[in-house]
């Protein structure tokens, strides 16, 4: 017995609306595969704007590669080696991440702390998620945020000073921002093996090369516009330029989590806390 699943009317109006505000209406109304939403909490001033200014971008061009698995001809290989690449850069940021709000963890902890909440006005999002991966640096994201809420407690509590915050929070930002850089260097080449199949198409007597679906041209014209968006998007210290992204990366990256080991064999001596009085919220 073959069943369905029923439609969500009830949302819909709502899911349109969400798909709308971070992809813009055109791609709402052209857009016809698989959608979820997810519903997450936002707080940090520049986690949301990472959201607002990275997440559309990321979210469109990790979508391209399941349109060009529609693509009679296209390379395969290219689409699996993205897909790999994807999901270790994304794992090994997961894994700092996770390190580093350990660490921050055992510091509060350690000098009798618990910690609470240092941004008062989170913002609830309902977030559409068109790819997999997407989903993964979603929640990236929301980690994110949760780092900078414990930064941001520490150095209240005089745990770090301020060099040694705005440190903490780069160096996590400036991970997301590469691997961000590294996808868009690997859509450059999906796109070169796109126009690949495009000029077989054009010349004389291949006309049985099969034309590039509708969705792919629409998809790809949004692509470029998310460069540009991408080369002029505000953040200047976590900004991170095409050629050097995996530079960045690996310095950023596999390096912090080399130091990360290396601290947990020399563990250094903590600063006395200054004496503060932390006031929780009733």
Same mark, same amino acid.
């Given at each position: 017995?073959?069943?369905?699943?029923?439609?969500?009317?009830?949302?819909?109006?709502?899911?349109?609306?969400?798909?709308?505000?971070?992809?813009?209406?055109?791609?709402?109304?052209?857009?016809?595969?698989?959608?979820?939403?997810?519903?997450?909490?936002?707080?940090?001033? /520049?986690?949301?704007?990472?959201?607002?200014?990275?997440?559309?971008?990321?979210?469109?061009?990790?979508?391209?590669?399941?349109?060009?698995?529609?693509?009679?001809?296209?390379?395969?290989?290219?689409?699996?080696?993205?897909?790999?690449? %994807?999901?270790?850069?994304?794992?090994?940021?997961?894994?700092?991440?996770?390190?580093?709000?350990?660490?921050?963890?055992?510091?509060?902890?350690?000098?009798?702390?618990?910690?609470?909440?240092?941004?008062?006005?989170?913002?609830?999002?309902?977030?559409?998620?068109?790819?997999?991966?997407?989903?993964?640096?979603?929640?990236?994201?929301?980690?994110?945020?949760?780092?900078?809420?414990?930064?941001?407690?520490?150095?209240?509590?005089?745990?770090?000073?301020?060099? @040694?915050? @705005?440190?903490?929070?780069?160096?996590?930002?400036?991970?997301?921002?590469?691997?961000?850089?590294?996808?868009?260097?690997?859509?450059?080449?999906?796109?070169?093996?796109?126009?690949?199949?495009?000029?077989?198409?054009?010349? /004389?007597?291949?006309?049985?090369?099969?034309?590039? /679906?509708?969705?792919?041209?629409?998809?790809?014209?949004?692509?470029?516009?998310?460069?540009?968006?991408?080369?002029?998007?505000?953040?200047?210290?976590?900004?991170?330029?095409?050629?050097?992204? @995996?530079?960045?990366?690996?310095?950023?990256?596999?390096?912090?989590?080399?130091?990360?080991?290396?601290?947990?064999?020399?563990?250094?001596?903590?600063?006395?806390?200054?004496?503060?009085? %932390?006031?929780? /919220?009733?």
């Amino acid at each position: 017995m073959i069943t369905t699943l029923p439609l969500d009317s009830e949302n819909a109006a709502r899911n349109f609306d969400s798909l709308s505000n971070v992809f813009g209406k055109d791609y709402a109304e052209f857009f016809h595969d698989p959608v979820i939403f997810i519903e997450v909490h936002l707080s940090a001033p /520049p986690t949301m704007a990472m959201f607002r200014r990275d997440f559309k971008l990321m979210s469109r061009a990790l979508y391209l590669e399941s349109v060009y698995r529609r693509y009679d001809n296209y390379n395969q290989t290219l689409l699996d080696n993205f897909g790999k690449m %994807v999901n270790e850069k994304l794992a090994l940021i997961s894994r700092l991440y996770e390190t580093r709000r350990n660490q921050l963890l055992k510091i509060i902890h350690d000098n009798g702390a618990e910690p609470s909440r240092t941004y008062l006005h989170p913002t609830a999002l309902y977030v559409p998620i068109i790819a997999a991966p997407a989903n993964s640096f979603m929640q990236l994201l929301v980690r994110l945020d949760e780092y900078y809420n414990l930064t941001g407690f520490a150095y209240l509590r005089g745990l770090m000073d301020s060099s @040694q915050r @705005q440190t903490a929070e780069l160096e996590l930002r400036r991970a997301a921002r590469s691997f961000l850089a590294l996808v868009r260097n690997e859509q450059i080449k999906l796109r070169k093996e796109s126009l690949r199949l495009r000029a077989l198409r054009e010349e /004389p007597g291949r006309g049985n090369v099969p034309a590039a /679906p509708n969705e792919v041209t629409i998809a790809e014209g949004l692509i470029d516009a998310s460069q540009k968006e991408f080369e002029a998007s505000d953040d200047p210290k976590g900004e991170v330029s095409l050629d050097q992204s @995996q530079a960045v990366f690996d310095a950023v990256v596999s390096n912090g989590i080399a130091s990360a080991k290396a601290s947990t064999r020399h563990k250094p001596k903590l600063a006395e806390p200054a004496e503060t009085t %932390v006031v929780t /919220p009733a």
